[in-house]
T-cell receptor
């Protein structure tokens, strides 16, 4: 069975500071990994995805994530936080690209002025 | 391209009632998945429809059922509503190609409140 853990249900950073959101997964098969962002009262928007091509994945809005198989991690980073980054972030795993996702519990990112 | 559209956006139902939620996939997509997102939690997979059949199902009771129409749109039905069914219901669509699916796009969701 697949599962996803996200350390820290709430992360606060100052505007301009580094953003680091943690994600660890367990999967019995090579996984597809995703980061989604959810703004209040909206659906999910794909930030980036890992599909075994490159371990460092660049996404939209300046976010990137690195797949580390030895650590079963897929942490999300952004060098400089912007106020508009405040949202809920979900890490997800799938054994079949685009098929049923297993989502983590989410991390709420607050950006302080 | 309108993307994935869901209706209604909000609705309130009473315990024991039945509800139907609707989803129109993104143009060109033929696969629809449904997710339940309880408040403060990540989405949980309910089921997926392809070629008008349920292909995969998550850990949800039989009170949750669905349908896919020839135009690829889909409905989610929930019978005998419980207070615990209150959640945001998300629909995601994708295109199946060679046994794999393309990137999934999510709709804005339907907020169901059971009172």
């Amino acid at each position: 069975a697949q599962s996803v853990t996200q350390l820290g249900s709430h992360v606060s950073v100052s505007e301009g500071a580094l953003v680091l959101l943690r994600c660890n997964y367990s999967s019995s098969v090579p996984p597809y990994l995703f980061w989604y962002v959810q703004y209040p009262n909206q659906g999910l928007q794909l930030l980036l995805k890992y599909t075994s091509a490159a371990t460092l994945v660049k996404g939209i809005n300046g976010f990137e994530a690195e797949f580390k198989k030895s650590e079963t991690s897929f942490h999300l980073t952004k060098p400089s936080a912007h106020m508009s980054d405040a949202a809920e972030y979900f890490c997800a795993v799938s054994s079949n690209y685009g098929q049923n996702f297993v989502f983590g519990p989410g991390t709420r990112l607050s950006v302080l002025p | 391209d309108a993307g994935v559209t869901q209706s209604p956006t909000h609705l309130i139902k009473t315990r024991g009632q039945q509800v139907t939620l609707r989803c129109s996939p993104k143009s060109g997509h033929d696969t629809v998945s449904w997710y339940q997102q309880a408040l403060g939690q990540g989405p949980q997979f309910i089921f997926q429809y392809y070629e008008e059949e349920e292909r995969q199902r998550g850990n949800f009771p039989d009170r949750f059922s669905g349908h896919q129409f020839p135009n690829y749109s889909s409905e989610l039905n929930v019978n005998a509503l419980l207070l615990g069914d209150s959640a945001l219901y998300l629909c995601a669509s994708s295109f199946r190609q060679g046994g794999m699916n393309t990137e999934a796009f999510f709709g804005q969701g339907t907020r169901l409140t059971v009172v």
